[in-house]
């Protein structure tokens, strides 16, 4: 493993702090489930009950509203049920093929600075995607990752990533979604992330026959050498 701890953008606890509980749900779970389970968890890490944790699942279709989702974004309100989330950004889109990271992490054992944390999950993602010998890049004016589609013309990107959190007494909830095989045609019922000149993508449609366990392994392997060491725990009740 490639130490990145001396990176900038690396987020590594404190010294002596307990590895990061990684968790992997092997079947599709409710929205509202994993809300409710996220806000326990996040409680306990606040109090000091709990590790952190990092949690691997997929949603059955939905959509879901960020803080700043606009009305008129939604364009088929009737096709799968829509949340809001109470995390960042607008809307989105989850099922099934869709890799959802629920990043559970207190800040205040790393690094209590919330956009060099973005950052580092931005990093995360374009460090996983390279293992898959896909070059996904940040853009200033637009969370997540992009990858260019010279295919499909000049200036043409296609969102590979969403990123969105939710911060409660500098812990960390909600997080990242990266697209494995979803059906891409699902997000026609909304303006993704309210962009409207770019489209989305997957690693299949990128050509890569992938899997999520595939997936699982490079996205385990790369979080540690940001944000330190794991252990496998069983998935939330």
């Known amino acids: 493993m490639t130490d ?3 990176l900038p953008l690396a ?3 404190d010294a002596g702090a307990p590895p990061v509980e990684w ?5 599709p779970v409710a929205y509202d489930v994993a809300l409710q389970r996220m806000e326990e968890r996040v409680a306990a890490i606040s109090e000091g009950r709990a590790a952190e944790l990092v949690w691997l699942l997929e949603h059955p279709p939905l959509y879901t509203a960020g803080t700043s989702a606009r009305i008129e ?5 009737d096709r799968f049920p829509v949340f809001k989330a109470g995390r960042g950004g607008q809307y ?3 099922g099934p093929g869709q890799r959802v990271v629920y990043v559970m992490l207190d800040l205040k054992r790393r690094r209590p600075d919330v956009r060099a944390f973005v950052a580092s999950l931005e990093d995360w993602l374009i460090g996983a995607l390279w293992e898959h010998h896909v070059r996904g890049e940040r853009r200033e004016d637009r969370v997540g990752v992009w990858v260019r589609r010279p295919d499909k013309g000049i200036d043409r990107e296609d969102k590979i990533a969403a990123i969105g959190i939710r911060m409660r007494k500098w812990v960390s909830f909600h997080g990242m979604s990266l697209n494995v095989e979803p059906d891409l045609e699902h997000f026609s019922g909304i303006v993704p992330c309210g962009v409207t000149q ?3 993508t997957s690693l299949v449609d990128l050509g890569l026959p992938v899997t999520l366990a595939d997936v699982d392994l490079v996205l385990k392997r790369t979080f540690e050498e940001r944000f330190g060491p794991t252990v496998q725990v069983a998935p939330p009740d």
């Open 4 to 6: 990145r701890a001396d």
């Open 11 to 13: 987020f590594h606890a």
């Open 23 to 27: 968790t992997v749900s092997d079947q």
């Open 73 to 77: 974004d939604l364009l088929t309100p």
């Open 92 to 94: 989105t889109y989850h």
């Open 198 to 200: 770019h489209g989305v």
